[in-house]
C-alpha cells in the first residue's frame, strides 16, 4: 500500500506565503505525475497544479504567477509553494500521485491522495 502524507497548512493573511510538503512512502516502484488539488468551500475540486516525473509544470490559470510547484524524486515528495494569497485559495488541500505500486511478481499503476491539509487565508 502506498501512503500520501501532506503538511505545511495553516492560516495566513492576504499576501502572505506557505509552503506544503506531499511525501509518499509504501511500495512505491516508481511514481509518475504528482499534482495538488484543492477543494474550497462551496466549490467544486480543481486542480491547482501538477508537475511530471521530468519536471513538466501546469498550473491553474487563478494561482500562474502566484504558486510553484516543484519535486524531489528522490525523496517521493512533492512541494507547493504559495504566494501572495488570496481569501479566494482558502481550501483543503490534496496531494495526488500517479504510482506504480510495486508487490510480489507485479506492478500496478494506481492513483493515490493523501487526506488533504487545510489552508486559510484570512485577515
Known amino acids: 500500500q502506498v501512503q500520501l502524507v501532506e503538511s505545511g497548512g495553516g492560516l495566513v493573511q492576504p499576501g502572505g506565503s506557505l509552503r506544503l510538503s506531499c511525501a509518499a512512502s509504501?511500495?512505491?516502484?516508481?511514481?509518475?505525475?504528482m499534482a495538488w488539488h484543492r477543494h474550497g468551500l462551496g466549490k467544486e475540486r480543481e486542480l491547482v497544479a501538477s508537475?511530471?516525473?521530468?519536471?513538466?509544470?501546469n498550473y491553474a490559470d487563478s494561482v500562474k504567477g502566484r504558486f510553484t510547484i516543484s519535486r524531489d524524486n528522490a525523496k517521493n515528495t512533492v512541494y507547493l509553494e504559495m504566494n501572495s494569497l488570496k481569501p479566494e485559495d482558502t481550501g483543503v488541500y490534496y496531494c495526488?500521485?500517479?504510482?506504480?505500486?510495486?508487490?510480489?511478481?507485479?506492478?500496478?499503476?494506481?492513483?493515490?491522495w493523501g487526506k488533504g491539509i487545510l489552508v486559510t487565508v484570512s485577515s
Open positions: 508537475i511530471t516525473n521530468s519536471g513538466h509544470t
Open positions: 509504501g511500495s512505491i516502484f516508481s511514481i509518475n505525475a
Open positions: 495526488k500521485a500517479d504510482v506504480i505500486e510495486s508487490s510480489p511478481g507485479s506492478y500496478l499503476a494506481k492513483d493515490f
